[in-house]
């Protein structure tokens, strides 16, 4: 991608996802490293990771503002068939939305099978309490070696996943 130079610090990550077709980026040849990922991108991401596999398309969507026409629809249906995304309890899916940090904890916990975990009893990081809706799956995330959180002890599970970053 001409905007990510070798030197960029997540160069080798975001060559790797572009080699295995999980990241396209845009049209004009650019990666957009410093943007947030969107919602509907983050559905492709893994899809796309997961190998593309076959979705039966149903012709109504689960989620109230995702028409079937949507450019993301099979990714987003197959992330919903698999329960990594549940959606918000509006019926909506909010595809155009950031997608912050806890929730792509979630997606790789998810993704990986929901697998069998004891989270510490004492946080690894500052601003990620026991009785954080994600704690598991950060968590599990950072015990998998894909985080490292923030130089500072933080997770900042509130803040959005730059495509850099994923």
Same mark, same amino acid.
């Given at each position: &991608?001409?905007?990510?130079?070798? #030197?960029?610090?997540?160069?080798?990550?975001?060559?790797?996802?572009?080699?295995?077709?999980?990241?396209?980026?845009?049209?004009?040849?650019?990666?957009?490293?410093?943007?947030?990922?969107?919602?509907?991108?983050?559905?492709?991401?893994?899809?796309?990771? !997961?190998?593309?596999?076959?979705?039966?398309?149903?012709?109504?969507?689960?989620?109230?503002?995702?028409?079937?026409?949507?450019?993301?629809?099979?990714?987003?249906?197959?992330?919903? !068939?698999? @329960?990594?995304?549940?959606?918000?309890? #509006?019926? =909506? &899916?909010?595809?155009?939305?950031?997608?912050?940090?806890?929730?792509?904890?979630?997606?790789?916990?998810?993704?990986?099978?929901?697998? @069998?975990? =004891? !989270?510490?009893?004492?946080?690894?990081?500052? #601003?990620?309490?026991?009785?954080?809706?994600?704690?598991?799956?950060?968590?599990?995330?950072?015990?998998?070696?894909?985080? =490292?959180?923030?130089?500072?002890?933080?997770?900042?599970?509130?803040?959005?996943?730059?495509?850099?970053?994923?």
């Amino acid at each position: &991608f001409k905007d990510v130079p070798r #030197d960029h610090p997540f160069y080798k990550e975001i060559e790797w996802m572009r080699a295995r077709g999980i990241t396209t980026g845009w049209s004009d040849g650019t990666f957009r490293p410093n943007a947030a990922v969107n919602r509907d991108a983050m559905a492709a991401f893994f899809y796309r990771a !997961a190998g593309s596999p076959h979705v039966d398309l149903p012709a109504t969507s689960h989620f109230s503002d995702v028409s079937t026409d949507n450019q993301f629809y099979r990714e987003i249906t197959w992330i919903a !068939a698999r @329960q990594i995304d549940r959606g918000y309890p #509006d019926g =909506t &899916f909010r595809p155009l939305n950031n997608m912050d940090r806890a929730t792509m904890a979630a997606y790789f916990y998810r993704m990986s099978g929901s697998p @069998q975990y =004891t !989270a510490p009893s004492t946080p690894s990081f500052s #601003d990620v309490p026991l009785n954080h809706p994600y704690y598991k799956e950060i968590e599990w995330m950072k015990a998998q070696g894909i985080t =490292t959180g923030w130089p500072d002890g933080t997770y900042r599970p509130e803040g959005s996943v730059n495509r850099d970053a994923m």
